[in-house]
C-alpha cells in the first residue's frame, strides 16, 4: 500500500459553465444567421493556438428547459482560467453573451476529475447535489470517492452498454442558494447512451456490497450522498456540440 503523504495529488480540470437564456426562436446555432455569426464572435477565441492553457469548449441548449444554454470550457489550470477571466477578450465575450441572454448570463467554476468533452453523448446528463454550506474536509472528499453511476459487473457483448465511458464529478467554487438555503453543489456529468438506457440502469443495475447485500447501484449511490448530508439535488440533460478546436476564416 502506498503512503498517503507520497501519493500524486488527483488531477482536475478547471472548467466555467456560462448559463445563458436564448428563446426558442434564436438561430445562434446557424452561423448563415445574425445570431450565429455573433455566437461564432463568442466561441472563435476559445483555442488552445489562442488562449494558455484553454483545452476544450462545448455547448448545448438543456432539454428539460430549451431556453436555457450552457457554454461550458476547460482549462489545463484554475490560474490559466482566471487569466482569461481577466482579459479584453474575456471582457468583450461577456458583452456579446449579455446582449444575446434575455437574462443576465451567470457563470460558476468547478474542478472535475476528467476530460468532461471526452465521451459527450446526445444524452449527456449533468446532476447536481446539494450539501450545507460551509462543507467539511470529510463530504467534500467522500463525494469525489464514491461510486457513482457504474456498473459493478458490465453487460457483455450482447447487451448494450448504459453509458459512453466513465462520469467525471467535481465540487463548484460558488456557494449557491438552494431553497433559502446557502449550499454547497457537486456537480456529476454522466454520459447515457439513450433515455431508455439510463432508466433501466437506474432500476436494474445491483452492486453487490461488504457481507454480500445485494443493491442497486443507483440506489447505492442515492444512500451515500444521503449519509454524506444531501438536501436535494437536480438533474437535466444536454446534447453538446463541442466547439471547433480550429476556425477557418
Known amino acids: 500500500m502506498s503512503d498517503s503523504s507520497t501519493a500524486r495529488p488527483r488531477p482536475f480540470i478547471a472548467s466555467s459553465w456560462t448559463t ?29 493556438n489562442n488562449l494558455p492553457g484553454f483545452l476544450h ?4 441548449r438543456v432539454t428539460e428547459t430549451p431556453e436555457t444554454a450552457w457554454l461550458v470550457t476547460g482549462w489545463e489550470t484554475s490560474e490559466a482560467l482566471q487569466q482569461f477571466e481577466r482579459s479584453s477578450s474575456h471582457a468583450e465575450q461577456t458583452a456579446t453573451l449579455e446582449g444575446m441572454s434575455s437574462s443576465p ?16 453523448t446526445p444524452h449527456t446528463s449533468i446532476t447536481d447535489i446539494y450539501f450545507p454550506s460551509p462543507l467539511s474536509a470529510s463530504t467534500h472528499d ?11 459487473m458490465a453487460p457483455g457483448r450482447a447487451r448494450p452498454g448504459a453509458y459512453n465511458g466513465a462520469g467525471v464529478r467535481g465540487w463548484m467554487e460558488e456557494v449557491r442558494e438552494w431553497e433559502g438555503m446557502d449550499v454547497r453543489t457537486v456537480r456529476f456529468v454522466d454520459y447515457w447512451n439513450s433515455e431508455e438506457l439510463e432508466r433501466k440502469f437506474k432500476e436494474d443495475a445491483g452492486v453487490v456490497l461488504e457481507g454480500g447485500v445485494g443493491k442497486g447501484v443507483w440506489e447505492h449511490f442515492l444512500e451515500e450522498c444521503r449519509e454524506a448530508g444531501m438536501l436535494g439535488m437536480r438533474e437535466v440533460h ?5 466547439v471547433p478546436t480550429r476556425f477557418w476564416d
Not at 448570463?105 to 459527450?120: K, R
Not at 467522500?142 to 459493478?152: C, D, M, T
Request: net charge positive.
Open 238 to 242: 444536454c446534447a453538446f456540440q463541442d
Open 57 to 60: 469548449g462545448i455547448w448545448g
Open 142 to 152: 467522500r463525494l469525489l470517492s464514491v461510486r457513482g453511476a457504474r456498473y459493478f
Open 105 to 120: 448570463p451567470g457563470t460558476v467554476h468547478c474542478d472535475l476529475t476528467g476530460f468532461f468533452w471526452n465521451h459527450l
Open 20 to 48: 445563458l437564456t436564448l428563446p426558442l426562436t434564436s438561430t445562434f446555432d446557424d452561423p448563415s444567421t445574425e445570431e450565429g455569426k455573433k455566437w461564432i464572435s463568442i466561441i472563435k477565441p476559445l483555442t488552445r
